[in-house]
């Protein structure tokens, strides 16, 4: 039987530090709150999933790890150093360092993401036709990054957290010969613009965050 690991990329929830973009909107503390709302949701969707090992990599001090551990009951691990792509790498490396025969990341910005997109994501990489599964985004990103094996090309001369991040990185595939396959669009929250879509897409009042009931 595969075994599958889950990795959530996340930042402890300082203000002033997280969701910059929309701390512009909302202010540095408000910004704070939302962006501990959406992990929450994250993390709470990530526990219905079976036969998934899951480990958030925090950006955050090594003191407060064992904190971030105990509050948010998840296994934890300490981000990398370097620029993101750098650091996935390093934690797609220590993950199948460990065993694992199929790895998916997610990052903390998308509260409602169907469990049903990672569930799938980890499906077809069991096909013998797939190498890399990718998540888009509205935005030009993607949400989820799932591989059967590492692959160092996915994390090379990417322009990260720009409308040309997914385009890059299926280049990138496709010179290297990864077969890749797409996941529907999502949605992530980095602006207040995002934020309002999020509320109207879940009926979540205003000042909440409302966690998907999606099996």
């Given at each position: 039987?595969?075994?599958?690991?889950?990795?959530?990329?996340?930042?402890?929830?300082?203000?002033?530090?997280?969701?910059?973009?929309?701390?512009?909107?909302?202010?540095?503390?408000?910004?704070?709150?939302?962006?501990?709302?959406?992990?929450?949701?994250?993390?709470?969707?990530?526990?219905?999933?079976?036969?998934?090992?899951?480990?958030?990599?925090?950006?955050?001090?090594?003191?407060?790890?064992?904190?971030?551990?105990?509050?948010?009951?998840?296994?934890?691990?300490?981000?990398?150093?370097?620029?993101?792509?750098?650091?996935?790498?390093?934690?797609?490396?220590?993950?199948?360092?460990?065993?694992?025969d199929h790895c998916c990341i997610i990052g903390s910005?998308?509260?409602?993401?169907?469990?049903?997109?990672?569930?799938?994501?980890?499906?077809?990489?069991?096909?013998?036709?797939?190498?890399?599964?990718?998540?888009?985004?509205?935005?030009?990103?993607?949400?989820?990054?799932?591989?059967?094996?590492?692959?160092?090309?996915?994390?090379?001369?990417?322009?990260?957290?720009?409308?040309?991040?997914?385009?890059?990185?299926?280049?990138?595939?496709?010179?290297?010969?990864?077969?890749?396959?797409?996941?529907?669009?999502?949605?992530?929250?980095?602006?207040?613009?995002?934020?309002?879509?999020?509320?109207?897409?879940?009926?979540?009042?205003?000042?909440?965050?409302?966690?998907?009931?999606?099996?």
């Open positions: 039987m595969s075994r599958n690991a889950l990795i959530v990329f996340a930042r402890e929830p300082v203000p002033g530090q997280v969701k910059t973009r929309l701390a512009a909107s909302v202010g540095d503390i408000a910004a704070a709150d939302k962006y501990a709302s959406m992990l929450e949701n994250v993390l709470s969707n990530c526990r219905k999933l079976t036969g998934v090992e899951t480990t958030v990599f925090w950006d955050c001090n090594e003191a407060s790890l064992p904190l971030l551990e105990r509050r948010y009951e998840c296994r934890s691990k300490l981000q990398g150093v370097g620029k993101l792509g750098q650091r996935m790498q390093a934690a797609f490396a220590e993950i199948f360092g460990s065993g694992c910005d998308s509260p409602d993401l169907p469990v049903s997109y990672i569930l799938e994501a980890f499906d077809r990489l069991t096909s013998p036709q797939t190498d890399a599964v990718f998540g888009p985004t509205h935005d030009g990103g993607y949400y989820l990054l799932g591989l059967s094996r590492l692959w160092p090309q996915l994390f090379e001369n990417i322009d990260w957290s720009t409308p040309q991040t997914l385009l890059q990185s299926l280049d990138a595939a496709g010179k290297a010969g990864i077969r890749a396959a797409l996941l529907p669009k999502w949605y992530d929250i980095d602006t207040l613009d995002d934020l309002e879509e999020y509320r109207a897409r879940t009926g979540a009042k205003s000042g909440m965050l409302r966690v998907s009931e999606e099996l």
